[in-house]
């Protein structure tokens, strides 16, 4: 299968005190105390992969605590454009709260999400734009 890449892509462990709020591009912690889960991921992933990370401290925690799970692999390499959507003014803030406050801004977005940033963040266009 020369000329293929494959992507496993495994998403960042829960974050600590983030239910219901909206962190997007804040550096938050997460936790990685579930230590059976881990196991798992280092039994199935690839051996040989090379492996990235965002630079935010929940997606280096977590490919920490796969590797110490039992699967080695190199150094992450550390690529900030694969940072999470940054939602600006409503980082922080929780979903239900800008909701029931009856912000524009939050329908605006809601009616075409994938094309409208939120004030002062980057629109999902945005975001896979960077990822790209």
Not at 43 to 55: G, M
Request: charged letters at 25%; aromatic letters at 10%; glycine letters at 10%.
């Amino acid at each position: 299968m020369s000329g293929v890449t494959r992507w496993w892509w495994v998403r960042h462990a829960p974050v600590v005190n983030g239910e219901g709020m909206i962190y997007g591009s804040s550096d938050i912690d997460c936790d990685v105390s579930d230590t059976a889960h881990f196991k798992t991921l280092a039994q199935v992933l690839p051996k040989d992969a090379v492996w990235f990370t965002s630079h935010l401290t929940r997606t280096k925690k977590t490919a920490q605590a796969i590797a110490e799970a039992g699967l080695d692999f190199p150094e992450p390499i550390v690529e900030e454009d694969l940072g999470e959507q940054n939602f600006g003014d409503w980082q922080g803030l929780a979903w239900d709260e800008l909701r029931a406050a009856g912000n524009p801004d939050y329908d605006a977005f809601w009616d075409d999400p994938g094309n409208t940033p939120p004030p002062g963040g980057e629109s999902l266009a945005q975001v896979i734009a960077r990822v790209s």
